[in-house]
């Protein structure tokens, strides 16, 4: 029998990678102590609960591991751990029912977190782990002990082994503010540039369009995009014009390559088929008409075409009212309407975070190797994905992992 049981483990971040950590050690009667420095526990998830809580994604498992892109040799043997159907199981064994969108995607019956995290916050504390609200962690101190700021000053923290689960940077308000990066790039520990994911990018738009059109759906439309190694992809879904910019759900699933041309080269452009539905000669057969009709151009191609609104608006950003003439012109431009954008939105305000710790920088255990004894686990760590229930999947999925490895490093320290 391994001597684990006069252990403790400090989980710092009670989010879902935290509290999964916390389960795996108390599971294994470890003595466990969550600390955060919100007044309560995952936040960032019931906000993420506002949206539906996608948990995860049903589609086949070798295509689901594909949207961790680069990182998926990193991530592999982890997802492993928790793949999609054995994360619903858990989910079931907290008493939340889940079912499968038309999408594929995964959600709890309610479409809300706060029963899940209620039910799985009371299966912690009746397994003994201890809960910490208001404990902000400032790093360590001379002795190596973790540092807390909370109401009543300052308080030390000696355990055997520490998980940090602190998150990225996105909606600080919630908690997660990415403070933690200067205090592990000081102990040593290779942190890559947090960046934002799955978040808006800003393109100039004309007052015009601004003013009468931000916040405005842009459904059916075909995304095309050239990533910087030249490979192009193409995919239809629904975007939104904003206030600065591009936002939505079809930004988002290519933020992470626009975001690499925009690193690499200060701008980058994709284009829009207005009209996904229509082959390029039928649009054409449909514009040639436009010369010969007594129609205005606006009423014309909203009587054969259908564009009208933001679509119409968006081809009046990109051409001048004699290109309007330009059969040619115009039937490009509605099959591939340029946007370029300049810059992604602000981290604050995206989704989820690109860069964090990098996996060189800790062994399979999750341990940091220049923090012996320092796991680390969820958000905060150099992956990304898309939306469809891919970050909260490897948030559970690294919590385990991490949860798994301090085990494994107190066994060997035990029988060391
Ligand atoms: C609007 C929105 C919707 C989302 N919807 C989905 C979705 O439907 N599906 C999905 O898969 N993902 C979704 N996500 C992403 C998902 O919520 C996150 O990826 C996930 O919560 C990250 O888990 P984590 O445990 O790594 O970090 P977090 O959930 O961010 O938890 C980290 C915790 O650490 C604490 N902390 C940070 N710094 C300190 C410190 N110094 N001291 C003490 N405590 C600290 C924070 O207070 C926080 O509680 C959404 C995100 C947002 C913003």
């Known amino acids: 029998m391994p001597d684990t049981l006069n252990k403790s483990v400090a989980i710092v971040g009670g989010g879902p990678a935290g509290l999964m950590a916390a389960e795996v050690l108390s599971n294994a009667g470890v003595q466990v102590d969550v600390f955060d420095a919100m007044p309560s526990f ?95 962690w400032q790093g360590w101190d001379a002795q190596g002990q973790l540092q807390f700021s909370t109401q009543n000053g300052s308080v030390e923290y000696s355990p055997t082994a520490t998980i940090l689960a602190l998150g990225g940077a996105s909606w600080p308000k919630l908690g997660s503010d990415g403070a933690w990066v200067p205090l592990l790039r000081g102990a040593g520990v290779d942190v890559a540039e947090l960046e934002s994911a799955n978040c808006g990018f800003e393109v100039t738009w004309s007052d015009y369009l601004r003013e009468k059109f931000s916040g405005s759906p842009l459904k059916s439309v075909t995304l095309k995009f050239t990533n910087e190694h030249g490979r192009e992809t193409e995919r239809p879904g629904e975007m939104v014009i ?125 341990m940091l190797t220049n923090k012996p004894g320092t796991f680390v686990a969820g958000e905060m760590l150099d992956w990304e994905a898309p939306t469809g229930g891919y970050l909260l999947t490897a948030c559970f999925a690294t919590g385990m992992a991490a949860g798994q490895g301090v085990l494994r490093w107190l066994n060997d320290s035990t029988t060391d």
């Not at 057969?285 to 075409?305: D, F, H, I, N, P």
């Open 242 to 366: 904003g206030q600065h910019g591009v936002e939505g759900s079809l930004i988002y699933a290519f933020s992470r390559e626009i975001r690499q041309r925009l690193n690499a080269q200060g701008s980058a452009t994709f284009t829009l088929d207005l009209l996904p539905g229509r082959s390029v000669d039928r649009v054409r057969t449909e514009v040639a008409g436009l010369a010969r009709s007594s129609q205005s151009v606006s009423s014309y191609l909203k009587s054969k075409l259908g564009i009208a609104g933001v679509k119409l608006a968006l081809l009046h950003e990109v051409l001048g009212k004699d290109d309007f003439k330009n059969t040619d012109k115009l039937v490009s431009t509605i099959k591939a309407l340029p946007i370029t954008v300049h810059a992604a939105r602000p981290i604050d305000e995206a989704i989820s975070t690109a860069g964090g710790v990098r996996f060189e920088s800790m062994d399979n255990n999750y």
């Open 42 to 136: 995952g936040r960032k998830f019931l906000l993420a609960g506002i949206g539906g809580l996608n948990i995860t994604h049903s589609e086949e498992y070798t295509k689901f591991c594909t949207r961790y892109a680069d990182r998926q040799p990193n991530l592999q043997t982890t997802l492993d751990l928790l793949p999609p159907a054995q994360l619903c199981e858990w989910v079931h064994g907290l008493g939340i029912e889940t079912f499968v969108g038309t999408s594929g995607r995964v959600f709890p019956k309610e479409m809300k977190a706060a029963p899940l995290l209620r039910a799985w916050l009371h299966r912690l504390r009746s397994k003994g782990v201890r809960m910490h609200v208001r404990h902000r």
